[in-house]
């Protein structure tokens, strides 16, 4: 294991140990939060007894269409805006602000467009996650070494060769980032979506047992979310470091 792997295991584990100290000295009321061995074990009777079953494949699925979408589209948009100055000059300083606005205000508008169902929560995770796409397709193609594409002018290659052999290549480690964030603001926009305004999926149950004062589920559930995300996020990580070693071949 590497060194840096190894210090952020230990900075967890001691973090881990902490908060279990504290519980059991009882320096933390189990009213704010429960020890982390407790919402092991309530991970573990979540997982085993099935009730949560069809919240977590729908929270999956509807993060899973959302990257989908964002991934498919925001690099679309991405190449179209590059190609016309005109379009970038337009929109670009909008995209840089865009997080400023709380895309959680548009839910009754996609009510009324789609329905009280999971189209409206992957529609705000989509416009949480497609901006990061749009800016890491733009950047990736900004940084595509002009000698290359010289050299492609130069064997004349047609446009579409030289999407595929030299601009799609060079610019991949800026389009993996973009897939990075798009799954992470995905996640973010379908949990907090389902928190606030859905009633299902696994947001909408750590809500509920949160109303409810179950705080045993409630951190059972969390505990559930937070490692799904470590693990997707640690899958790409080094999927992304494979890219970067071979690109630099």
Known sequence: MKYRA??????????????????????????????????VGSLSDILWSGEFNRAILLTLTNVMISVVISIAAGFVLGVAIHASDFLRRAV???????????????YPVF???????SAAIIAIAVLLSIVAMITATMNGLDRIPTVLLRTARIM????????????????APYFFTGARLSVAYSFIGVIASEF?????????????????FENRQMYGLMLLIVIAVTLVNMTLDRLDRR???RLRR
């Open 6 to 39: 190894l210090v952020t295991l230990a900075v967890v584990l001691a973090c881990v140990l902490a908060l279990e100290l504290a519980c059991a000295l009882g320096w933390v009321a189990r009213t704010v939060i429960i020890p982390p061995s407790e919402m």
């Open 156 to 171: 004349r290659l047609s446009p579409v060769k030289t999407a595929l052999m030299i601009q799609l290549p060079a610019a």
């Open 92 to 106: 670009e300083p909008y995209l840089a602000s865009y997080y400023a606005v709380p895309t959680f205000i548009f």
């Open 243 to 245: 890219l970067q070693s």
């Open 111 to 117: 009510i009324v467009l789609f329905g009280v169902n």
């Open 196 to 212: 606030i305004l859905s009633g299902d999926g696994l947001g909408y149950a750590i809500a509920y047992a949160y109303n409810n």
